[in-house]
């Protein structure tokens, strides 16, 4: 009898265990154009896919790409791109793909990837060079990629809060398990994630989880993460920050003191691997993302920079 309750047991418990991706995977919708109406912002068909942006400013201002982190879409940058644009400045925010309103294309999501979407994006819309550009986390290594391999279209660079050592990706990395482990435990997290990304959750907008969750309901987002842990997260950034400081383009790297997700000790190491070329802005009392907890001390010094 024990035997036979141990293995009906066993059996359970592995039932349970296949079961979880399908039960705890928050995607069951295809991104439609019916999804994006009555969203706001513009949507363009890149090679790749349909890209979901939005540009502020008077044509004539100076150009300004905002470049949002590995999971939250282009509104992470609310306040920034309205100070920006209300400063005289031209401003681009778009949603990278496999976030927000952009398509999920299957791949690979490595740099030149991003990269290539920046590029297209950018000609698209009949941006011409130089442009400044800032990013955030991961989409801070993107713009140090940017700026080294296409250097030309680049005048002013700002990081904030830039991804840069490689941490917990080994079990991503395994097939099947990396998939496993992404629709089993990655995306349900991922909205109680955001609020390690404050220092003060109390700042954290009231709508920030809200709008969160919507992008995953959306197929393909779990997709994209993965395959940006594989190709990028997987391995250090600060050989992309050496690469980027050789072309010596001004570098304001911007960091919280309190940050959690890209621990503020790290910063030594960008700030080392930019060399001469960098300023260095630490903003006391704030996480992962400055720009939103304490704008009082980000925004002046971000327009000051770029306004030079």
Known sequence: ???????????????????????????????????????GGEFI????????YEIAGPEDGRPVVLIHGLSVPYYLWDGTF?????????????????RGYSDRPPGPYDLPFYEDQL??????LDWQPPVDVVGISLGGVIAAAFTRDHPEWVRRVVLMDPFTLS????PFVVPILGEYLTYAALLPMLPDLQVSDFADPAR??????ERYRRQLRYRGLGRALLSTIRHVLRYDAV?????????????????????????FAESELVRR???DTVEFLPVPNAGHLPHLERPDVVHPRLIEFLSR
Do not use: C, S
């Not at 590029?119 to 698209?124: M, R, S, W």
């Open 1 to 39: 009898m024990r035997r036979k309750i141990l293995l009906f047991g066993g059996l359970l418990l592995l039932v349970v265990l296949v079961a979880l991706p399908f039960v705890r995977n928050p995607e069951r919708q295809t991104l439609t154009d019916a999804d994006r109406a009555g969203v």
């Open 45 to 52: 068909r890149l090679e790749q896919g349909v890209v979901h």
């Open 82 to 98: 309205e100070a920006l644009a209300a400063a005289g400045f031209r401003v681009l925010r778009y949603d990278l793909y496999g």
């Open 119 to 124: 590029v297209e994006l950018l000609i698209a």
């Open 167 to 170: 941490r917990n990706t080994a």
């Open 204 to 209: 954290m907008p009231p709508d920030w989880l």
């Open 239 to 263: 050989p992309v920050y050496e690469g980027m400081a050789a072309h010596g383009r001004p570098v304001l790297l911007i960091w919280g003191e309190d940050d959690r997700t890209v621990p």
């Open 273 to 275: 691997a930019l060399g």
